[in-house]
């Protein structure tokens, strides 16, 4: 048998294993008890518009609340471990390493209850204010390393040339490095804003208020007192609409910069 025969069955057994599977599926399920529990149009209805006037801008704007904290906080971690001031460098690598290692849903738990008892310090904003400060504290260590690495990739041929003609290095930095380096890691900057849009779901640990809840906790309360889970499918809808352009929009940004290379 040819090669090209070969594979040719293969496929088609491939094609065959997955439409049995689909059929089987489709007959066996219980399309009634899915509607009820998952796709009640009843309970959906009840939702709206709070999940989006109330949980899904909270999201967003959480998110974006998280994302400056984090760029402002990662840039200044990047510049101090690329400083050289060994202080500065340990400093630098002890934060990133701690937060890198810990799970935010740890960090966030640590801000909104262990910090204020020991400290007896109200956070600003509340438990959806600590639960902020905490995702900022680690957006900050992930968003330093990315930095650090898009500042190491520009070319030193680029720092040479405008040192040579007579720029000094701060100011080298922030018109020669740092664009360059900036253009180098948006895919993976886009990248991290996904995972904290997602991350915002961790925020529940928290405690919310009713006016401050996030998609995942409005969805926990809808579900709890529907005893349905209709608004479970609602919040993942909703961060899809969220995410889903976000993720276009890093490959778009990754074929570009390959086209450009």
């Known amino acids: ?7 040719r069955l293969f496929r088609g057994a ?4 997955f439409i049995i599977a689909v059929v089987v599926v489709a007959v066996l399920a219980d399309w009634e008890a899915i509607q009820s529990n998952f796709f009640d149009l009843d309970v959906a209805a009840e939702a709206f518009p709070g999940i989006i006037t109330t949980a899904a801008k909270n999201t967003v704007v959480y998110t974006a609340i998280a994302f400056v904290g984090g760029m402002i906080g990662g840039l200044i971690l990047a510049l101090m471990k690329l400083s050289p001031v060994g202080p500065y460098r340990w400093l630098a690598t002890a934060y990133i390493e701690l937060f890198r290692g810990l799970p935010a849903l740890l960090v966030i738990f640590g801000f ?3 910090v ?4 007896q310090w109200r956070p600003p904003g ?7 400060i ?3 504290v680690v957006a ?3 968003i330093a390393e990315t930095i650090r690495a898009g500042i190491e990739a520009v070319p030193k041929g680029q720092v040479e040339a405008a040192r040579s003609l007579g720029m000094r290095p ?6 020669v490095v740092l664009p360059q380096a900036f253009r180098i890691i948006t895919p993976p900057l886009t990248n991290e804003l996904v995972i904290l849009i997602k991350d915002t779901s961790l925020l529940f640990i928290a405690g919310m208020a009713l006016g401050d809840r996030e998609l995942t906790t409005f969805a926990r309360d809808s579900v709890s007192s529907q005893a349905n889970a209709t608004p479970l499918v609602l919040a993942a809808l909703m961060y899809l609409v969220i995410t889903l352009p976000l993720t276009q929009l890093v490959a778009k940004l990754e074929r570009h910069n390959k086209r450009g290379r």
């Open 1 to 7: 048998m040819k090669p090209t025969t070969r594979k």
């Open 14 to 17: 491939l094609y065959a294993i």
């Open 112 to 114: 909104a209850f262990a």
């Open 116 to 119: 204020p008892i020991a400290f």
């Open 126 to 132: 509340g438990s959806a204010g600590a639960g902020l």
């Open 134 to 136: 905490a995702l900022i």
């Open 140 to 142: 900050a260590a992930y």
């Open 170 to 175: 701060s100011w080298t930095l922030v018109s």
